[in-house]
């Protein structure tokens, strides 16, 4: 399916929202870059197994029989904002639903992470996955949107999200988490074509997905690229650069232009260049990015990040320390706080607590 087929055949389909009337909406005005009161700040894996509250409603439950219960999802999407001051809700899933639509099994196992069992191993695999999967058996996220929207009650914005089309075929090809991530590589170079139809599949499938999000009621969608980083500037040219374009001229075409789009491409910083051109709204930036070469890179663009999560495991003094000094480096406008990755299992609630509340300390005007 072409970017233009795709938006024709959900511009009929998708109706711009109202405009709505938010107690808070410092996250949806700093991503289109203007003015702000204070910085506004969310965190990737804000509702995570730091808290006590969300250990406890995962007590004795499968990982993805939570993400597939909407009262339970939509539960922990709360979490953090009932106990924090914080700008942003991102809804409770995880970017491997893509593959279970398509066939392959995914588990999540404490300890390892996800596993999927069935793993592409050759390109003859492909035919084992739904290249044209239905979208609609996630509906399960859009029903959590939607109670998740009526329980904020306008508090704060709501961000949907998926995986980015590289990040899932990696894992769909490697079966686990890895650090070399050499199976999918090799698959790059040998077998270029089944790659990219393999990669083409899975963009389609996304932007259906982060539709049906928008549609459901996210006021923003940011797209995951996890393992940027394992690819060499030409490969990421030619294998996540025209994946990650035609998700955002997709949705800009569908949802609008001033429906903001945010990417994180972990670790891609010799491909910033490249990503400036792209349609999104606002670049995320983990912690071995320096925040002004970003800025001189990146302009036009909202940036967003990128504390070091272990930064949190100093004492709270230092916390405010590495946060002003953040701060002084990306400016207050078009700024969004937050981490250069996501919360640890191990991090202190009061350690969070104290970096959202000197974000907001340091930039309140």
Request: aromatic share 10%; net charge neutral.
């Amino acid at each position: 399916v072409s970017t233009q087929s795709t938006g024709n055949l959900y511009k009929t389909s998708y109706k711009r929202m109202e405009a709505e009337k938010l107690q808070n909406d410092l996250f949806l005005r700093a991503c289109r870059g203007e003015q702000v009161e204070k910085v506004p700040i969310w965190i990737m894996r804000q509702a995570g197994r730091y808290l006590p509250e969300f250990k406890e409603v995962r007590a004795n439950r499968d990982f993805f029989e939570v993400c597939r219960t909407p009262e339970l999802a939509s539960q922990l999407t709360l979490q953090p904002i009932e106990r924090f001051p914080l700008d942003a809700a991102i809804i409770f899933s995880d970017i491997l639903v893509i593959p279970q639509v398509m066939g392959m099994d995914v588990t999540m196992h404490p300890g390892e992470g996800p596993i999927i069992t069935n793993p592409l191993c050759q390109p003859d695999d492909i035919a084992r996955v739904k290249l044209d999967a239905d979208v609609s058996q996630l509906q399960y996220v859009a029903e959590a949107i939607k109670l998740t929207k009526k329980k904020l009650n306008g508090r704060v914005p709501l961000i949907g999200f998926a995986g980015a089309p590289w990040t899932i075929m990696a894992y769909m090809i490697e079966g686990k988490g890895s650090k070399e991530w050499t199976l999918p590589k090799q698959w790059l170079y040998k077998y270029p074509e089944a790659s990219h139809k393999l990669l083409s599949s899975i963009t389609d499938i996304t932007i259906q997905y982060l539709i049906m999000q928008a549609k459901a009621g996210a006021n923003a969608l940011q797209v995951f690229d996890s393992w940027a980083s394992v690819l060499s500037p030409k490969l990421f040219r030619v294998f996540i650069l025209p994946y990650l374009n035609r998700i955002a001229d997709t949705l800009k075409s569908v949802l609008g232009d001033s429906f903001p789009l945010l990417l994180f491409p972990k670790g891609a910083h010799f491909a910033l260049e490249e990503i400036g051109h792209s349609k999104y709204d606002v670049i995320s930036l983990d912690w071995t990015i320096d925040p002004s070469y970003a800025r001189s890179i990146l302009k036009g663009k909202t940036l967003q990040g990128n504390l070091d999560p272990c930064a949190l495991y100093g004492n709270e003094e230092s916390i405010k320390t590495e946060v002003k000094e953040m701060i002084e480096k990306f400016g207050t406008r078009a700024y969004i706080a937050n981490l250069g990755h996501g919360l640890y299992p191990t991090h202190e609630v009061e350690k969070v607590g104290c970096f959202i509340d000197a974000v907001h300390n340091f930039t309140n005007k």
